[in-house]
């Protein structure tokens, strides 16, 4: 079946310690999008990419990295700079990022801090 | 800056009722608008859209109206069942291009038997 899939489901990160949630979708879509969802609150976005090896920062970037080497994968990793990471984060991607079309989204990865 | 809000934060529908869902949004220059229903622990599901050009579209058991005179959307959807209880997001384009979109905070829609 076509989709998003992000993984893992949940993440447990330590003090200091980066960590990378990965994001594959198989819909052919040329946008890419990385948002985070706290509790009771809309989803604010961290990073998008229009095309492959490029990617633009959203409203929240700061303490967040992202590649887009490949059309299908969209990595994003928490750096210890992020002194919040506790949320829920969701991928999505879209046909195409120059007109208004509906962006589809995986199921998430919720990162905890130990 | 501006942002998407929603009147209400909780919705409680008997089943079988419609319910309506609004939304109130502050940014004029927004031509495009989407629905999703996100169930717990999942991410947001894709209900419906709309552009600037249309006040009304229909779906499955949904329909969005847009008010652009006072930046109002609203989503109904009739008969409601117990698998429509969720929390439903609106979101919007500025446009501009990006096809970047910014999120209401969300109404927790309870279906009561």
Known sequence: DGGITQSPKYLFRKEGQNVTLSCEQNLNHDAMYWYRQDPGQGLRLIYYSQIVNDFQKGDIAEGYSVSREKKESFPLTVTSAQKNPTAFYLCASSIQSYSNQPQHFGDGTRLSIL | ?113
């Not at chain 2, 495009?32 to 717990?40: G, L, P, R, V």
Request: charged share 20%.
């Open chain 2, 1 to 113: 800056g501006e942002s998407v809000g929603l009147h209400l934060p909780t919705l409680s529908v008997q089943e079988g009722d419609n319910s309506i869902i609004n939304c109130a949004y502050s940014n004029s220059a927004s031509d495009y608008f989407i629905w999703y229903k996100q169930e717990s622990g999942k991410g947001p599901q894709f209900i419906i859209d709309i552009r600037s050009n249309m006040d009304k579209r229909q779906g499955q058991r949904v329909t969005v109206l847009l008010n652009k005179t006072v930046k109002h959307l609203s989503l109904q959807i009739a008969a409601t069942q117990p698998g429509d209880s969720a929390v439903y997001f609106c979101a919007e384009n500025i446009g501009g291009g990006g096809n970047k979109l910014t999120f209401g905070t969300g109404t927790q829609l309870k279906v009561e038997l």
